[in-house]
């Protein structure tokens, strides 16, 4: 099926104007199917029929036009890219007319097919003054449509003429957005023998295969697509657009119900908080005031929420806005997703828009910022949410899955966009790229900072570059290393510096001169403290030549001290001790401490911490009370 062109039509009018007619004229299939509904003449739930032309597939969506049914029809109305306005050439434009196209106004749809029904009992007048009056409604709705087409079902006048019209939408149609996930509201649940439970809907934002696993929210359980039908077709994948019915495998007839959704496992997540783009209904009496308690109605779910303006006590008829929805209980819906707002006493429908950002939280009224961001937010673009939220994070970075809500994006989909932004995943998180370039920028300064304020010292360590910058060391280390590839920074051991700093050139009197005591004094060296005593400045330069490794810092772990010995120092007592015990290959052949003390000529207050520091850096290895020298230890065999 990839490749043919669809499209969504809902069919929609005053009860009694023909709707239903005009479908099993245009298709032959009677989408009364109930029994009620066939007994009362009046459609109580959304009917379907498919119309097929030389162009393409247009699904017909029958919506139900009695006040108390426009519930469902809202439900019906979920993914329709296009509407047919059914009018009868006596009765003319009701007010349930005008509320359905109001509702196809709120949730963005702008093209549609006028037919005037039962031309066959009005007079050319007549149906001349109808189809100006109709024209006109549809214009102040939006809707974009050619000429108004005079039908009779029981002539079947104009009824070749319309189905043109509809073929001709297809013509015109832009490709079904694909999100990256797919989406479909359950509007029915039922069980049949040989596919077990089966539900069907519109499906909307990307495609659906057999073998997929699906979530079902809200709710969490799980499911496998058992089997695909389009228009009773068996298919293997269906793409979004199409109505669908979906057999899933792992789930009881009793555990999902119409009101929920499938979509994939993780994705959405359930609030109760949603952050709105609104746009009062042009037809209402009244301004809209903040905090009115009415219906949210979005797919086939229906729960109370309070409505929040964020900029304004009140929103004029046909005024638009950022808002907020308050919900008495969480919903799980998809950003980009359009609902309708609906009181219920009188039975009105008041609002309508799409939803920003579904999983919010209570925002501070008349926040510049935050309405500048939601206002950016309400263009929905999804690559622009990616980058607002990037912003909001900063440091701190967002994880993958809330920056895929927010966009209403899968989260494949994301992350391309993210890599093409040069963001950079840190973790479970990404931080944006401005974001990034300002931490190497802070980092930068802060080297330079420490640096300036510690020039003895050969840089710093991760940890203590973290507290400077208040980061966690994950995302300091992330930065360092990106630095470091650049060339911006350069890391000495365990410590890290600015690539401009160069720590010898800040090399002191002072630095020599404790250079020349600690060569002069081999391994007999004086004590830290009295080395350095209490003058900052010999204590900067006892620093600097430890990081340079010109003294080497040897430490006895048993007594908790630690001997600073010259690097030649060391090398000499290598060469020594190598000298000394040739044979050290085993633990027998190997020394004793008090052997190597007696052979340096040194006591043990030196001895301990000088091996300690050998066995450390790999010259020898402890075996025991003996030492073995590592450069003479016989290979291992293993068995």
């Known amino acids: 099926m990839t490749g043919l062109k669809t499209i969504l039509v809902g069919v929609i009018g005053h009860v009694d104007h023909g709707k239903t007619a005009l479908v099993r004229a245009l298709t032959g299939v009677e989408t009364d199917r109930l029994k009620e509904e066939q007994a009362r003449g009046v459609s109580i739930v959304p009917g379907f029929a498919l119309l097929s032309s030389e162009r393409g597939e247009i699904d017909l969506v029958d919506l139900p036009g009695h006040e108390r049914f426009v519930r469902a029809m809202v439900s ?17 434009i009701k007010p349930q007319t005008v509320e359905h196209l109001e509702i196809a106004r709120l949730i963005g749809v702008r093209r549609g097919v006028l037919a005037l029904t039962k031309s066959d009992l009005a007079s050319p007048d007549g149906i001349a003054a109808r189809s100006s009056e109709i024209a006109a409604a549809a214009s102040r709705a939006g809707i974009a449509a050619g000429p108004v087409i005079a039908t009779s079902t029981l002539t079947g006048a104009g009824i ?8 001709a939408l297809l013509t015109d149609a832009e490709p079904v957005t694909d999100d990256g996930f797919p989406y479909l509201p359950v509007d029915r649940v ?13 499906l909307r934002r990307g495609p659906l295969a057999v073998g997929d696993t699906l979530e079902i929210v809200p709710g969490g359980r799980s499911a496998v697509v058992r089997g695909l039908q389009i ?27 119409r009101g929920q959704a499938l979509s994939v496992p993780g994705l959405l997540a359930p609030s109760d908080w949603l952050d709105v783009a609104i746009t009062a209904a042009a037809s209402a009496d009244a301004a809209l ?46 950003a980009r997703e359009p609902f309708v707002l609906r009181l219920d006493s009188p039975a009105s429908t008041v609002a309508g828009g799409h939803v920003i950002d579904p999983g919010s939280r209570r925002r501070r009224r008349h926040d510049d910022r935050v309405l500048a961001d939601l206002a950016a937010l309400a263009t929905g673009q999804a690559v622009e949410a990616v980058a607002i939220r990037l912003a909001q994070a900063g440091a701190a970075g967002a994880a993958l899955p809330e920056l895929a809500r927010l966009s209403g994006t899968g989260t494949a989909r994301v992350r391309q966009m993210l890599s093409a932004s040069g963001a950079h995943e840190i973790g479970d998180r990404f931080i944006g790229a401005p974001a990034f370039a300002a931490l190497r920028t802070g980092t930068l300064a802060a080297l330079s900072q420490h640096h300036r304020d510690n020039p003895m010292e050969h840089g710093v360590a991760i940890e203590r570059v973290a507290r400077m910058l208040a980061l966690p060391e994950t995302v300091t280390v992330a930065v360092l290393r990106d630095l470091a590839a650049t ?18 050139r800040n090399e002191s009197e002072a630095a020599r001169r404790l250079e020349q005591m600690f060569r002069r004094a081999g391994l ?9 005593g209490r003058d900052l400045r010999r204590r900067e330069a006892l620093t600097y030549l430890v990081g340079a490794g010109t003294v080497i810092r040897a430490v006895d772990r048993v007594q908790r001290r630690a001997v600073l010995f010259h690097r030649e120092a060391v090398a000499s007592a290598r060469t020594r001790l190598s000298e000394a015990f040739p044979n050290a290959a085993t633990p027998e052949t190997g020394f004793l401490a008090r052997e190597a003390g007696a052979t340096l000529g040194i006591s043990r207050k030196f001895s301990i911490p000088l091996l300690e520091h050998l066995d450390a850096v790999g010259f020898t290895r402890r075996a025991g009370d003996r030492r073995v020298i590592v450069a003479l230890e016989a290979p291992r065999v293993v068995a």
């Not at 509407?83 to 050439?89: C, E, I, Q, R, T």
């Not at 070749?160 to 073929?167: M, N, P, R, V, Y």
């Not at 979005?298 to 729960?303: A, I």
Request: hydrophobic share 45%; with cysteine.
């Open 76 to 92: 019906g109305a979920t993914g329709m890219r296009a509407v047919l306005l059914a009018v009868d050439a006596n009765e003319g």
């Open 160 to 167: 070749h003429d319309l189905g043109d019209a509809l073929a």
């Open 190 to 202: 039922f069980s049949r023998a040989g596919f077990g439970t089966v539900v069907t809907g519109t």
């Open 231 to 257: 228009h009773g077709r068996p298919v293997e994948r269906a793409e979004p657009g199409r109505r669908t019915a979906v057999a899933l495998r792992g789930i009881g007839l009793d555990e999902v119900a």
């Open 289 to 334: 005031a903040g905090g009115t308690a009415c219906r949210l109605l979005f797919g086939t779910t229906e729960v109370g929420a309070r409505l929040r303006l964020l900029d304004r006590d009140a929103l004029e008829p046909g005024a638009s806005a950022q808002a907020q929805l308050h919900l008495a209980e969480p919903v799980t819906v998809p």
């Open 487 to 504: 060339g911006a920074a350069v890391q000495v051991g365990t410590l890290w510096r600015h690539a401009d700093f160069d720590p010898a």
């Open 524 to 532: 007999n060296p004086p004590d830290e403290t009295e080395a350095v």
